[in-house]
């Protein structure tokens, strides 16, 4: 029976790596024994709120299901966000994000350092229909670092993500997390992590001039994780996301729903 690991499900909640989620879902964390299975995975996540790098995007409970898939080091995955109640731009009952991504994680053993390199493209298909607030498409390059040397106590990570397109800013994702193994079929993580924005990125995302660059964002995180059946697991996640002050938080309360947010949600994956 494959080993339950939930490393960077808070990424994957939270901002920085699985979709807007933390951003991407990252195939390298946690290396599989052979690169040449292939790997498809389905997800739904019920949450109390949509919060991405530390702005709170919709307040009210989202829906969000993603597909990834796998295969000699390289994954895509699909993922989409869908408001029940009306976001920050007044999308309702609709989906107001979509996110494609290609991640590849490089071959490399360099001192139980695995690296992950890749693109995502930002869509947001009710920006198009009437009464919603314009916005566009967006990309972003990716690179990221984990070490694995503690991997069963601790793993460090730092990624890198530059938009390529409409910001033309860089945003940087540190983040410490511990995951712990309780038995075959119960797993727990915790963690905490911080952003760190450059002046063109805090412009276009909060609104800050003068080329304020500056740490953004930390979340603090738990992620409980059960495999009910045979590929069938089911997770709960927690998480406080807070900013750092200053113009950047109101920057935040004036452009989205909260300049901070306490929430969780339920997610349920199936590995065919």
């Known amino acids: 029976m494959k080993k339950l690991m939930i490393v960077g499900m808070a990424a994957v909640f939270a901002a920085g790596v699985a979709n807007a989620q933390n951003d991407v879902v990252m195939v390298g964390q946690v290396p599989s024994n052979d690169r040449s299975e292939a790997q498809v995975t389905a997800e739904m996540a019920l949450l109390s709120a949509y919060v991405w790098r530390g702005t709170v995007q919709d307040q009210d409970m989202v829906f969000q299901p993603q597909l990834s898939v796998s295969q000699y080091g390289v994954s895509f995955n699909v993922w989409a966000n869908y408001d029940f109640s009306g976001n920050y ?65 601790v793993i460090p990570s730092v990624t890198f993500f530059g938009d390529v397109k409409e910001v033309d800013g860089t945003y940087i994702l540190f983040d410490v997390v511990a995951p712990y193994q309780i038995s075959d079929y119960l797993a727990v993580e915790g963690g905490v992590s911080t952003g760190w924005g450059n002046g063109r990125y805090n412009t276009a995302y909060f609104g800050v001039g003068g080329g304020n660059k500056g740490f953004i964002d930390y979340n603090i995180y738990g992620t409980v994780s059960y495999e009910i059946l045979d590929g069938v697991t089911a997770s709960f996640n927690l998480t406080y996301t807070g900013l750092y002050g200053g113009t950047i938080k109101e920057g935040a309360k004036a452009m989205y729903e909260a300049g901070e947010k306490f929430w969780g949600g339920f997610n349920i994956a199936y590995d065919f």
């Open 89 to 153: 731009n007044g999308v309702e009952n609709d989906i107001s994000e979509v996110d494609l991504s290609l991640a590849y994680t490089l071959p490399l053993n360099l001192n139980d350092v695995s690296f992950d390199i890749g693109v995502i493209n930002y869509q947001f298909p009710a920006n198009s229909k009437g009464g919603y607030a314009q916005g566009k498409s967006t990309t972003e390059l990716f690179a990221s670092a984990h070490l694995l040397t503690l991997q069963d106590y």
